[in-house]
């Protein structure tokens, strides 16, 4: 077991908003906790279905969690999974015996034709709040500090359900132990109220800067700053390349 194990530490769960090419939130988090290591399981394109089994994986694998972030994705997107080597594309998951492949890209033949044929977005809205549903339940059993939060704001509604059984399943979620921006908006909103020109040409994520705020203004509501000289780096980070 790695000596990691042994020490407290926390853990970051979601999509390419969590893990991309550049800082992301999950990075600084240990800038306003006091150190602790972070176990960063970010992973581009990941459903909310992947997310909460990932989540509650680490619940079950880790040791001295001290708290644990989740970051929840599109209700659009889904996972393929197979057991077929010679399949491209797909990664290996060691501990399910599987490979699998989060969110077909929009332009592939297959996920076409799956969202043409078998995805819903309405059942994927309902499996959404499942999966949130289930992963507090566990982390609540394991005794595990948690907070989530969503990659854009229109992953969530919180008026006109689409049933009676989807408000009531929304209402035994644990709202408190999200955090919103400005309403009940996420990262996306956030970066692009507050951050649109410091965006890399042509990429839809947020950039360093918009990062680091999230966790400094929104996760921890901190008045600690980092030096100018770290600030004017983070802000000036594609120009810098």
Known sequence: MDDLEYKKKTIAHGCSFTRYDWPCWSDFVPLFNGGLAMVNKGRAGSGNETISRAAINSAMKHTQIDHMYIMWSGTDRYEMVTTDANIKGYHWQDGFNWYDH???????????????HFLNI???YYRTLEH????QMFLDKKNIDYTMMLFHGGVLHFDNFHSKNEQMLHEQIDWSKFIF?????GLYEFSKEN???CYKDGDNHPPPIAHYYWTKDVIFK????????????????????
């Open 181 to 185: 921006y400005n309403g009940y908006g």
């Open 222 to 241: 901190s008045d600690v700053e980092c030096p100018q000289e770290q600030l004017n780096k983070l802000k000036n980070y594609f120009k810098d390349l």
């Open 122 to 124: 309405q059942q994927q």
């Open 195 to 197: 951050f649109s020109d």
């Open 102 to 116: 989060p969110h077909r890209n929009l332009n592939d033949d297959q996920h076409n034709y799956y969202i043409k």
């Open 132 to 135: 949130i549903l289930r992963t």
